[in-house]
């Protein structure tokens, strides 16, 4: 999965996701958002996280804490995501291997 960032400045982030400048900017020292390193007010994001900040605090009316932790929450559930598919290919592999239709490797190509 390719991350598109984009840098926008505040005023133009405002316009564009309907969230006021004070908003973003106390997104920015919540951690919730990142500022571009050398390019004063801007911020320096996913347009998608953009757009799922917006939509958590306008449409949902979720605080900004409150969005921190369903933030986390989600991130979590993408490792565990991650980590299922991962242990189903694993076990695959291994059914793969017990049935007899798996690679079999001799010590010395492990050394």
Wanted: include cysteine; charge should be negative; hydrophobic fraction near 40%.
């Amino acid at each position: 999965m390719q991350t598109h960032i984009i840098t926008i400045t505040y005023h133009d982030c405002a316009s564009t996701y309907g969230l006021s400048e004070a908003v973003l900017r106390e997104f920015v020292d919540l951690g919730l958002l990142r500022t571009a390193p050398d390019v004063p007010d801007t911020i320096q994001d996913e347009p998608d996280h953009l757009a799922r900040l917006a939509r958590l605090h306008l449409d949902l009316g979720l605080s900004k804490e409150g969005i921190d932790v369903i933030l986390a929450m989600r991130q979590r559930l993408l490792y565990l995501q991650a980590e299922v598919q991962r242990q189903r290919s694993r076990a695959f592999q291994l059914e793969q291997y017990a049935q007899g239709r798996g690679p079999v490797f001799d010590a010395n190509d492990w050394l």
